[in-house]
């Protein structure tokens, strides 16, 4: 990409991290536990990213459910899946399943994961991962009885780069953090209303679809989950978010920023505000690199860990990890607990729910 150019939406901008790692050597460092089989239910965008992603290591998806057999069958012959199946159900009974991958729209959700954890599958669940906290609460009581993992798959929680400035931050190397700023906007048609991005009956929204990413980065650096939270809303005709301002502040005395949009392009940049430095984050859902800025001298230092091409694959290999016994990668679900804590809290003092929300 040109360096003056805009930045790529989504789609794009993963077909170009593909296209820069293509013919190169898998990293041996990503999969560092037992293999699991994998099946995935849908077969939509992410889904095919998955399936792009585990190519590139060599590894295919074991089977796959979808709620139309044919395309089922298509996703199935594109990336040589062997067991296609009649019904999710099937997929929960197949004793050859390890773990389940859900891509499909946020309210359908905890449909699956109820039944996917009662088989005692392990379930790396899409964004958001439900509608609401009292979901994910559930959910995770499931996983507890049935003895499964279950894990968030925002790439926040997942990428290198996080982990390795964590590291960093957890080592005192940048001092205290004191100011988190987070900027997301997309561009979204209006059109007929019925897209999913505005639409309240496939749980459309600017919270849930771009919010969790920049909320996941600010609660992963943050000292404790924000108590205090004030906010604005401009909501779409559809009575969904669209644009919104949100301060928050923690026990701690940090404070972060959020600006959302679903209508008003910005750039996808985060900040965070140390004693020592402060930390500049482009393109953050599936970032690789950073910039720090040195408080005392103005000096300028770039990190770069991980791979953008790689993020689906962050994600399969830490619930691997999970399962296989480490206790950091499982408790990655605790940071994603607090985050719809904050999205529910914050969606229900704007008045906005959703059909399934309504009487519950």
Known sequence: MAENAAPLDAAQAAKAAFAE????????????????????????????????????????????????????????????VERVYNSVDELYADPKVDAIYVTTPHNTHIAYLRSALAAGKNVL?????????????????????HDAILMDATTILHMPLYKELRRRADAGEFGQLNVVQMNFGSYKEYGDYKNRFYNPKLAGGAMLDIGVYAISLARLFMASQPDEVVSLANKAKTGVDQT????????????????????????????????????????????DRAKIVWTEDGRVEEV?????????????????????????????????????????????????????????
């Open 244 to 287: 919104s301002g949100i301060v928050m502040r923690n026990a701690e005395g940090q404070i972060a920023t959020f600006t959302l949009s679903m209508h008003s392009k910005q750039p996808k940049r985060g900040v965070l505000s140390f004693d020592k430095c402060y930390v500049e984050v482009e393109n953050y859902p599936r970032a």
């Open 125 to 145: 669940c899409e964004k958001a991962i439900t509608l609401n906290s009292d979901e994910l609460s559930e959910a995770r009581a499931i996983a507890a009885e």
């Open 21 to 80: 790692v293509e013919g190169k050597p898998f990293p041996t460092d990503i999969f560092t536990a037992p293999q699991l089989t994998w099946a995935v239910i849908g077969c939509g965008v992410i889904a095919n990213q998955m399936a792009q992603s585990l190519a590139l290591a060599g590894r295919k998806i074991y089977g796959v459910a979808n709620r139309t057999l044919p395309k089922a069958q298509a996703f199935a012959q594109t990336y040589g």
């Open 304 to 360: 770069s860990c991980g791979v953008e091409a790689y993020a689906l694959d962050y994600e399969i290999a830490d619930l691997e990890r999970a399962v296989a016994g480490d206790k950091e990668a499982a408790h990655l679900i605790d940071y994603a607990a607090d985050v719809m804590e904050l999205m529910t809290r914050l969606r229900y003092e704007w008045g906005v729910t959703y059909p399934e929300e309504i009487g519950a």
